[in-house]
């Protein structure tokens, strides 16, 4: 069974504060993604990634920077967070070759907010 | 760019019914994916089926299945015999099937199903 975990599950921070979130994989997939989840609009993607050192930008990204260190890790940073970031934030990975399954596997999420 | 649009925001059906749940796309890809997930109340987000856009057959998944139009860049998911965990959040997504590998979802369609 494929599995996607995050931390920490829950985050609570201050305005103007650094913050980091982790995503693990052990699914051996090469796309791993981060999405935030507001009311009314859905999941929207923030970054993606195809492979360790690799980073693609999404859709919002602006305030957010990623880095895939591993295969299996992905982490998303808020170096000075704004409470426009308080959201529910996801992170996925996919198989991308030839003959394998595209669909995503998610994390269970991160809540994040910023006061 | 690759938009995915769900009109519906929410959708009140009695068990054991049939519910459509519709969804847009635009894209200028030849080649693509499309996807629908489920959210559940817990917040866990599950993929339950998908289509290739080259195949021209509906794909069906035990009582989920997909009206595909393609003239008309529509994939309706459709639910047969509701049941009350049905209740969720579907979204749809799609992933462009040549560079990127990004993958975007619509807003997403609640779905009430009562006894």
């Known amino acids: 069974e494929a599995a996607v975990t995050q931390s920490p599950r829950n985050k609570v921070t201050v305005t103007g504060g650094n913050v980091t979130l982790s995503c693990r994989q052990t699914?051996?997939?090469?796309?791993m993604y981060w999405y935030r989840q507001d009311t009314g609009h859905g999941l929207r993607l923030i970054h993606y990634?195809?492979?360790?050192?690799?980073?693609q930008i999404g859709d919002v990204p602006d305030g957010y920077k990623a880095t895939r260190t591993t295969q299996e890790d992905f982490f998303l940073l808020l170096e000075l967070a704004s409470p426009s970031q308080t959201s529910l934030y996801f992170c996925?990975?996919?198989?991308?070759?030839?003959?394998?399954?595209?669909?995503?596997?998610f994390g269970p999420g991160t809540r994040l907010t910023v006061l | 760019a690759q938009k995915v649009t769900q009109t519906q925001t929410s959708i009140s059906v009695v068990e054991k019914t049939t519910v459509t749940m519709d969804c847009v796309y635009e894209t200028r890809d030849s080649s693509y994916f499309l996807f629908w997930y489920k959210q559940t109340a817990s917040g866990e987000i599950v993929f339950l089926i998908r289509?290739?856009?080259?195949?021209?057959e509906n794909a069906t998944v035990g009582h989920y299945s997909l009206n595909f139009q393609k003239p008309k860049s529509s994939i309706g998911l459709i639910i047969t015999a509701t049941q009350i965990e049905d209740s969720a959040v579907y979204f749809c997504?799609?992933?462009?099937?040549?560079?990127?590998?990004?993958?975007?979802f619509g807003s997403g369609t609640r779905l009430l199903v009562s006894p």
């Open positions: 996925a990975s996919s198989d991308a070759w030839t003959g394998g399954s595209y669909e995503q596997y």
């Open positions: 289509q290739d856009s080259y195949k021209k």
């Open positions: 699914n051996s997939h090469n796309y």
């Open positions: 990634s195809y492979g360790a050192g690799n980073l």
């Open positions: 997504a799609m992933r462009e099937g040549t560079g990127g590998y990004k993958v975007v």
